[in-house]
């Protein structure tokens, strides 16, 4: 559905995008993560047809940024990082706006605005004047106007910023249930647990380079992180414990963290049953060993190096 | 008393305290600004052309050398008295747009609150915006020292004339400062702040001294000279027009002998007074963010508000901008200020037709001509203003990227803001057309200037109209844009006629030049065509009409036939502007 090569975007000497590939095919969730001013704003807005790339391809919906604008903008619903809106509408005049800006027969729009007013919990702010809503409701406001025109493909920069827990939740489903109508959804966020639960698809952006892309498990592989496994014993044993795992030769490291100890094997798969073994025949008592599940928080800490340019 | 008491006063005078880290940043961000830069250089050219441009026409190396010596001083002062009143206008209007943001920028992206939690106080953030402004306003005055001490060399020129005229621009220029840093605490749009301060000054300067002279002079028996005298107190305008005179009549007026010293005291005085204003709205405003409550727009009349607020909810009819634009009017009744200066613009409106009519001069194609006139500037500037905002306002309020991402066309766009500036014009030239209305009806002026004027207000806001949609697309901030189509429309319709009048002179073709340039000009029309179908000539018919229009006599429909080829021209000019306008669109988003 989206379709990025060589994507390279320059602000005079500055380099925001360098050689960027990327695809993401219909119906997909895909995350777009990476530190502050790493470029996902810069590439949401040229796949929004607002920007022009210095060099490189887009497409979206198999049409060109470049030349089928119009094309693409219908399909296409854009919610950017930050929105302004017309200090003097009202909610539901806001909607129809666009929803008449797209074109929608006027007929149909007031069905179309209440629907999308009741998907994103506004029904009771219809008639408030926009810029008296607060900055989460304009988030949900900004939300429920990406939706008007059904797009194909929604681009989200940080939707969830600014919401309160309980709408974080509520968007989490609303982008599903979105996913299930068959939706393309393109989302950035800083808040990276978010993108866990809900993105099939990620992909670390640093420097304007993608330093990574792929599925969650992808993530996991690549991080080594089921190589590791935390063991927990009773404080008396714990001495024992690490004696005996230092004995083993598939073990490189075992380290001591406090309240558990840290077990990394060199290929990840015997793991959790060869430790077991190895502790009860030694007369250990063990409290737990569980498998390491690494946080994709910790994941971007150590796929990203931190730096900002 | 203890002595640290004493020494509070002293505390808020040292320097350190006064500038303080606002006016550090406003520095620091002003000498970022390429526009601060392209400003200075436009400045001094502008001084520098008209300058050599005198000296030229004035100085022919012609006659003896007594002859000579004295074109010389007389050039001198022309140039003096030129540069003078220059500067004069153009620092005051630059103080007006320069503090229109000042506060409003604070308010508006909630620094306000932040500025209060931090140790600077309100006393710091006023004198820091202010002293950074008026800095670079004394630095453009100091740019025009050098051609003043040049001149002076030619002789003629007396020091004491300089001295007058710098102190009475620097207090003028600090009290218009200071209005307009006043109005912009309460007004978001620096075009709003702009036009008020602008209605206000020519309030306080011209419409109030003017009556307060007339009632004198007719009740109160006071000699003319004495309110003269009085007015020159207070009027930097009416002082700076006697010191001019005093300047090429010596001993002439006794006016601003009398007074130049007091006058600057009343007005430095009146900005101390505005200054601690401002002071205690700031710190008030500031509190109430810091608390979070910014969402106090004023208070509302209640009865206006209800009625014109409502809460019903508008569908949107036809093309969805063009709705939007032409929903929106330049104000709404729905405060007492409003409907009090609506009232009170009505009321002098009223008031000097009453006394026109008193006087017996509603009858003189004068009267007309100055009216209409006026209400030209008035309606031209407001619209120059007003269209120089309309995409800026769009960036600035970042609903630009969310507009282009939608199936509106770039034309529609331009469109609806285009109609979007007649719809939110028309209260001010309604001043305009009421004002032919009710004396077409009075027979005081002639039925078929309606449809004449109307052509000419149709060309002038094309021009200045599409040029402020084009600045508007090309700049990023609404000040520059505001700034830019000024001066266009101020070099279009002034700058070019008195250019071409100079170079006529210099090139010995008299006033051919000047006249062919003001053949297009819709302020000399506009005089024109009250000059020939107003006062004693408005009750012919057409034909005995014996119509004299700027050179020519075309009679009426010929006239008409040339205003319309006028508007067509400036109508095709402004075509070329939307379409680049139209060009820029996309181009600086961001
Ligand atoms: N209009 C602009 N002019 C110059 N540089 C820009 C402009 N817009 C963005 N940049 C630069 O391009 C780089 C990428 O910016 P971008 O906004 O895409 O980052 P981002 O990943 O969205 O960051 P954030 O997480 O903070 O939103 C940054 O270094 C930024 O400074
Ligand atoms: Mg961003």
Known sequence: ?309 | MKAETLLVPFKYLNPSRITGPIFEKELRVSSRRKRNYVLRFVYLAILLITVLLIWKSEVRMSGNVAFRVSRLSRAGLTITGIVVLVQFFAAQILAVIMLSNSISDEVYHKTLGALMSTPINSFQIVMGKLLSKLLQIALLICLTLPILGIVRVFGGVPWDYLLKSLCVTLTAVIFAGMLSLNISINHKHAYVVIIQTVLMLFLLYILLPWFGAWISYEYLDVREIVIARHVALINPFFLMMALLEELFRPGNTGISLFGWGWHCLYMLAFSGLLFLRAIIVVRKKALLQACGQVKSAGRKWKFFASSSKGQKIRRVKGQPLLWKELRKSSFKINSIKTMLSVVFIIGCLLFSYYMGSREKFLDDNETHIAYCMLFLILGVFVTTVFSATTITSEKVSRSLPVLLTTLITDWQIIRAKTLGVFRRTIPVWSLLFVHITIFILLRYIHPSTLLQVAIIVFGATMLVVSSGIFFSSMLKNTTSAVIANIIFAAVVWAGIPLAAMIIGELSGMNDELFEFVIAFNPFFHIGDVMDNASGSRAVKTLAELDYNFLIARWGYWGTTTFLAFTAAVYAAVGMLFLTLAKGNLRRKIF
């Open chain 1, 1 to 309: 559905m989206i379709e990025i090569t060589n994507l390279t975007k320059c602000y005079g000497q500055l380099q925001a995008l360098v050689d960027l590939n990327l695809n993401i095919g219909q119906g997909d969730i895909f995350g777009f993560i990476g530190p502050n001013g790493a470029g996902k704003t810069t590439t949401m807005r040229i796949l929004a047809t607002l920007l022009k790339p210095t060099s490189g391809k887009a497409f979206v919906d198999g049409k060109n940024v470049l030349k089928q604008g119009k094309d693409i903008r219908r399909v296409v619903g854009y919610m950017p990082d930050f929105m302004g809106v017309y200090d003097d509408l009202k909610v539901f005049e806001y909607l129809e706006f666009f929803a008449a800006a797209f074109d929608i027969p006027s007929k149909q729009r007031k069905s179309i605005v209440e629907g999308v007013l009741e998907l994103t919990d506004l029904q009771g702010k219809k008639s408030a004047a926009v810029d008296s809503l607060s900055r989460g409701m304009q988030q949900r406001l900004g939300l429920a106007r990406v939706l008007i025109h059904d797009p194909k493909v929604l681009i989200l920069d940080e939707p969830a910023s600014g919401l309160d827990p309980r709408a974080r939740i509520e968007i989490r489903e609303l982008l599903r249930e979105l996913k299930k109508m068959g939706k393309t959804i393109m989302i950035s966020s800083h808040i990276l647990s978010e993108l866990e639960e809900i993105c099939d698809f990620i992909g670390i952006i640093e420097q304007g380079r993608l330093v990574f892309s792929g599925t969650m498990d992808e993530i996991w592989r690549k991080m080594g992180t089921h190589s590791k496994v935390h063991v927990t014993v009773v404080p008396e044993h714990r001495e024992k414990a690490i004696e005996l795992l230092n004995t083993v030769p598939e073990i490189v490291e075992v380290s001591d963290q406090g309240s558990h100890i840290v077990v990394d094997f060199s290929d990840g798969q015997v793991a959790g049953s060869v430790v077991a073994k190895i502790l009860v025949n030694g007369n250990v008592d063990i409290v737990s060993i569980e498998p390491a599940k690494m946080k994709l928080d910790d994941a971007f800490l150590q796929l990203t190096k931190g730096m900002v340019h």
